[in-house]
């Protein structure tokens, strides 16, 4: 309610990706009682990288703790009054089918030989929907692609990472380990993620394209790590690329 009041009606969806993990941070701090104040990571960019790389433009957030006023205080829990009186029908009940397309005819679990986790009955359940079928079999048409994360400028990164170097994803989005790779910061993957989602659905868009095709303009921009730099951040900062990769 706090963020509601203070911030104009339209928020940019890179601000609320980049605030969101420290949000929690910020709850955490409270819970335990503890002045958010002191919070370390209490500084975020946004994900666009900037202008200067030919995004949008970029920002840095700071979050801090200020108490409501008496009246918003009261508007905000007055704001909840309703969930308890009326009840959520749209609640999954217990023991019923949480699987939404559990009427959608999909395909046998035996076409697909990923070697997944789930169990048959699940997978009977998931492959129902056709959307979520696509997504296994893109996997399936592309195992042998690999989603490349290129580090293409590094500032101060404290974990280590350089430009030029590159991690490794498979075609279930699964981040691979081999020979020579470091371990790799949570902080980058953390964002990479934005730009490999992107590759997870021309896969699964592309399940059955005799030619795949995986340009496009947000995959040609970098992406930074959660890492503010050195002006105000709590760390150094990396910038990625992604690309769709055939072994």
């Known amino acids: 309610m706090l963020i509601t009041h203070k911030c104009s009606e339209a928020v940019c969806p890179h601000a609320v990706a980049a605030i969101s993990p420290i949000v929690y941070?910020?709850?955490?701090?409270?819970?335990?009682?503890?002045?958010?104040?002191?919070i370390i990571f209490g500084t975020m960019p946004c994900t666009d990288i900037g202008v200067e790389y030919c995004g949008l433009g970029t920002n840095l957030f700071r979050i801090s703790y200020e108490k409501m006023p008496l009246w918003e205080s009261a508007r905000f829990l007055l704001s909840f009054a309703p969930y308890l009186v009326f009840k959520n029908?749209?609640?999954?009940?217990?023991?019923?089918?949480?699987?939404?397309?559990?009427?959608?005819?999909?395909?046998?679990?035996?076409?697909?030989?990923?070697g997944l986790a789930p169990t048959e009955?699940?997978?009977?359940?998931f492959l129902k929907s056709p959307d979520r079928a696509r997504?296994?079999?893109?996997?399936?048409?592309?195992?042998?692609?690999r989603i490349v994360l290129e580090v293409v400028e590094s500032e101060a990164c404290i974990c280590g990472h350089s430009k030029g170097e590159t991690f490794q994803l498979d075609s279930l989005g699964r981040l691979l380990s081999g020979a020579n790779q470091k371990p790799v910061c949570i902080l980058a993957l953390a964002r990479a993620w934005y730009r490999v989602l992107?590759?997870?659905?021309?896969?699964?868009?592309?399940?059955?394209?005799?030619?795949?095709?995986f340009s496009g303009a947000l995959l040609n921009l970098p992406i930074s790590c959660v890492g503010g730099g050195l002006a105000l951040g709590p760390c150094g900062r990396i910038l990625m690329t992604a690309r769709a990769q055939k072994q």
């Open 89 to 114: 029908r749209k609640a999954v009940v217990a023991g019923k089918d949480e699987h939404p397309a559990e009427n959608i005819r999909g395909q046998s679990s035996e076409q697909l030989v990923l």
């Open 198 to 213: 992107i590759i997870l659905e021309q896969m699964a868009r592309q399940a059955d394209e005799k030619e795949p095709d």
């Open 25 to 38: 941070l910020y709850y955490d701090y409270l819970l335990r009682g503890q002045d958010p104040g002191s």
């Open 135 to 145: 997504r296994v079999r893109g996997a399936e048409r592309f195992r042998d692609y």
């Open 121 to 125: 009955k699940e997978m009977e359940a």
